[in-house]
T-cell receptor, first 112, second 117 residues
Framework: GENVEQHPSTLSVQEGDSAVIKCTYS??????FPWYKQELGKRPQLIID?????GEKKDQRIAVTLNKTAKHFSLHITETQPEDSAVYFC???????????FGAGTILRVKS | DSGVTQTPKHLITATGQRVTLRCSPR?????VYWYQQSLDQGLQFLIQ???????AKGNILERFSAQQFPDLHSELNLSSLELGDSALYFC????????????????FGSGTRLTVV
């Protein structure tokens, strides 16, 4: 079945620096790749997503890139702020199936 | 408020007992998904329902079962509870045509924190 690997498991950055989280998926039929942010004790919230017909998508300080050939996608956060500290999950799903398979998560700590 | 309602928010129960978790999806969403998140763990897919029918099954134990009712709300039943079942249980809903079309992200509920003592 589909498998999504996420790295790193923890990431510490200084406020104002950039953060990059990488994911690799196994099923070449996957075509939808969302990213979720989960603060402690709260629900995961969708922050950005990308579909397979697009190579890059940006929303203010957040961007996602997709390399279908390598089956790899990444989350980029620029000008990090303390409120960006959270657990970030990548996920992938196939067309028609819509079951999201999540990566293991990355704990991001932004130090002020 | 995400529009996905889960009750109860917290549940403490003893080993061997049975509990029911409830989820009401966002208005217009036909698909409901259940996920388990144990301490320091990721989101483990349990089961998906679409318009009342089971659509996909993940690593759901035989002691667990779920259903989706005609009004689209869903219930997750956990029986013969063990200490290891203590976790956050999330319900999510999405727009899903069932016969094709684009996928969309989930909207998660706030979760039910289950503690088995």
């Amino acid at each position: 079945g589909e498998n999504v690997e996420q790295h790193p498991s923890t990431l510490s950055v200084q406020e104002g620096d950039s953060a990059v989280i990488k994911c690799t998926y196994s099923d070449s039929a996957s075509n939808y790749f969302p990213w979720y942010k989960q603060e402690l004790g709260k629900r995961p919230q969708l922050i950005i997503d990308i579909r397979s017909n697009v190579g890059e998508k940006k929303d203010q300080r957040i961007a996602v890139t997709l390399n279908k050939t390598a089956k790899h996608f990444s989350l980029h956060i620029t000008e990090t702020q303390p409120e960006d500290s959270a657990v970030y999950f990548c996920a992938a799903s196939k067309k028609y199936g819509n079951k999201l398979v999540f990566g293991a998560g990355t704990i991001l700590r932004v130090k002020s | 408020d995400s529009g996905v309602t889960q009750t109860p928010k917290h549940l403490i129960t003893a080993t061997g007992q049975r509990v029911t978790l409830r989820c009401s999806p966002r208005s217009g969403d036909l698909s409901v998904y259940w996920y388990q998140q144990s301490l320091d763990q990721g989101l483990q897919f349990l089961i998906q329902y679409y318009n009342g029918e089971e659509r996909a099954k993940g690593n759901i134990l035989e002691r667990f079962s779920a259903q989706q009712f005609p009004d689209l709300h869903s219930e997750l039943n956990l029986s013969s509870l063990e200490l290891g079942d203590s976790a956050l249980y999330f319900c999510a809903s999405s727009v899903f045509s069932g016969t094709g079309g684009a996928n969309y992200g989930y909207t998660f509920g706030s979760g039910t924190r289950l503690t088995v003592v």
